[in-house]
């Protein structure tokens, strides 16, 4: 072959592999887009959840964030943590089929009321199921009120059948609760929430996941509490 015919192969050649990069860029920053989108949408919906629950405020955006750095303490191991996000700030997205009578009953809940208000979990998956890009946002969305010994709901499952995404999030949504103010009592300390759940362990929590919470520093925590307070 000729050393010009060569040279114009060459030269062919690095256009393409111009352009290639030029086309993967594009596709990143498409990419980039999308992710926004989707993050921007479940905030967007958690926020909708929350909006009829007056006294929670930002809960859901806490509990995610909180949930977060137990599950990367813990060494959480997920193929997309924004997923395992979505499913923390999607977590009570079911209880949009809730009515307000019962979501906002100032009393106890009656046996039939109670059952109604347990069905969340499960029409909250259904929900979250037809939506491809949420994935393993389902597991948390439906196992978020299980217990390690068993006595939660939906499954009754126990220990590890509990997916860990869902065994982290309860440790995050105890300390989140017990630490934020309520119309009918003010917001515990950290070192009081570090308490009730070390007491939890084992039976309210997985005992790994409670000793992970425990060596988080209390800045860790109170940077997210200032940030979403
Ligand atoms: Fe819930």
């Avoid at 007056?54 to 955006?61: I, N, Q, V």
């Amino acid at each position: 072959m000729p050393v010009s015919e060569i040279e114009d192969l060459r030269s062919e050649l690095a256009r393409l592999h111009a352009q290639l990069a030029v086309h993967e860029r594009e596709a990143e920053r498409r990419e980039r887009d999308l992710r926004c989108s989707y993050e921007a949408t479940v905030r967007a919906l958690a926020g909708a959840v929350e909006a009829r629950d007056a006294y929670t405020g930002k809960h859901a955006e806490r509990v995610a964030a909180y949930g977060l750095e137990i599950g990367r303490a813990h060494g959480l191991d997920t193929d997309d943590e924004a997923q395992v996000e979505f499913g923390f700030l999607l977590h009570d997205i079911g209880k949009v089929a809730i009515s307000d009578a019962i979501l906002h009953k100032p009393g106890r809940l009656t046996a039939s009321e109670r059952e109604q208000m347990r069905r969340h979990p499960v029409i909250g998956e259904q929900i979250v199921g037809g939506i491809d890009f949420l994935g393993d946002a389902r597991q948390v969305v439906r196992s978020h009120h299980e217990r390690w010994d068993g006595a939660g709901y939906p499954d009754r499952l126990a220990g590890e059948e509990i997916p860990l995404p869902a065994r982290v999030f309860a440790v995050a949504d105890t300390l989140d609760a017990l630490t934020s103010d309520r119309p009918y009592r003010a917001a515990a300390s950290f070192a009081h929430a570090r308490e009730v759940i070390a007491a939890g362990a084992g039976t309210q929590f997985d005992p790994d996941v409670a000793r992970t919470f425990a060596e988080i520093p209390d800045e860790r925590l109170d940077a997210i509490r200032c940030a979403l307070g």
